[in-house]
C-alpha cells in the first residue's frame, strides 16, 4: 500500500517570507500523481497544487511551487511570499487509483 | 454556491441514534466518495462511487452504510456508533474514478457520538 508522510505537524512563517512544506511517499509505480491539498478553518479541502510524476518539470500556481524528487520519493510544497490567508492545514497526498493523503501539516502565519 | 455541499454541518448523537449524513455535488461529477478525518492522522477513505455503483470499501464497519441514490448524491447512513468514530467526515466528488483526478471536497460534518 501507497503511504504519504508528512514530517512536520507544524511550521511557522513570517508574513511575505517563504517556506517549505516536506512530503515523502512510498511508491513501487512509476506512474502517479501528486497533490497539495489546503484545509482552511471552514474546512474544506482546497486543491492547491497537482504534479504528474511522468513530468519532470516542477508544477506551479502562482505563489506556490513544488520540487518533485522523483527517485527520492519527495514532493515538497513552497509558499513564498507567504499570506495571512495562507494559514492552514496542508495536506500532501498520492494517487494512483484512490487518493491517499498524508496526516497533514498545520501553517501559521505570522504577521 | 460551493460546488459539494454537505449537511448537517456539525451532528451529535447517541450510541443508539440513526443518523444519515448527506452530500450533494453539483459539477456534473461521475465519482463520490466519502472520507473520515480524525485528529492527526490521515484522511481514511471509507467508500467510493462511480457511476452510482460501490467500487471501495475499506473495511469500515457495517454501522456505516453507504447510499448512491444518483449521480449528485450520496449518504452515509449511521447506527449504533461508538465514541470512537467521533470525526470529521468528508465528501467528496472527482470527474471520474481514476488515477490523477482532482478531487472537489464539501466543507464536512462534524459528527460527535456521545
Known amino acids: 500500500a501507497q503511504t504519504v508522510t508528512q514530517s512536520q505537524p507544524e511550521m511557522s512563517v513570517q508574513e511575505a517570507e517563504t517556506v517549505t512544506l516536506s512530503c515523502t511517499y512510498d511508491?513501487?509505480?512509476?506512474?502517479?500523481?501528486l497533490f497539495w491539498y489546503k484545509q482552511p478553518p471552514s474546512r474544506q479541502m482546497i486543491l492547491v497544487i497537482r504534479?504528474?510524476?511522468?513530468?519532470?518539470q516542477n508544477a506551479t500556481e502562482n505563489r506556490f511551487s513544488v520540487n518533485f524528487q522523483k527517485a527520492a520519493k519527495s514532493f515538497s510544497l513552497k509558499i513564498s511570499d507567504s499570506q495571512l490567508g495562507d494559514a492552514a492545514m496542508y495536506f500532501c497526498?498520492?494517487?494512483?487509483?484512490?487518493?491517499?493523503f498524508g496526516a497533514g501539516t498545520r501553517l501559521t502565519v505570522k504577521p | 454556491e460551493t460546488g459539494v455541499t454537505q449537511t448537517p454541518r456539525h451532528l451529535v448523537m447517541g450510541m443508539t441514534n440513526k443518523k444519515s449524513l448527506k452530500c450533494e455535488q453539483h459539477?456534473?461529477?461521475?465519482?463520490m466518495y466519502w472520507y473520515k478525518q480524525s485528529a492527526k492522522k490521515p484522511l481514511e477513505l471509507m467508500f467510493v462511487?462511480?457511476?452510482?455503483?460501490?467500487?471501495e470499501n475499506n473495511s469500515v464497519p457495517s454501522r456505516f452504510s453507504p447510499e448512491c441514490p444518483n449521480s449528485s448524491h450520496l449518504f452515509l447512513h449511521l447506527h449504533t456508533l461508538q465514541p470512537e468514530d467521533s470525526a470529521l467526515y468528508l465528501c467528496?466528488?472527482?470527474?471520474?474514478?481514476?488515477?490523477?483526478?482532482?478531487?472537489?471536497f464539501g466543507s464536512g460534518t462534524q459528527l460527535s457520538v456521545l
Open positions: 467528496a466528488s472527482s470527474q471520474d474514478y481514476r488515477g490523477g483526478e482532482k478531487l472537489f
Open positions: 511508491t513501487s509505480e512509476s506512474d502517479y500523481y
Open positions: 504534479q504528474e510524476a511522468y513530468k519532470q
Open positions: 497526498a498520492y494517487s494512483r487509483g484512490d487518493m491517499r
Open positions: 459539477l456534473g461529477h461521475n465519482a
Open positions: 462511487y462511480s457511476l452510482e455503483e460501490r467500487v
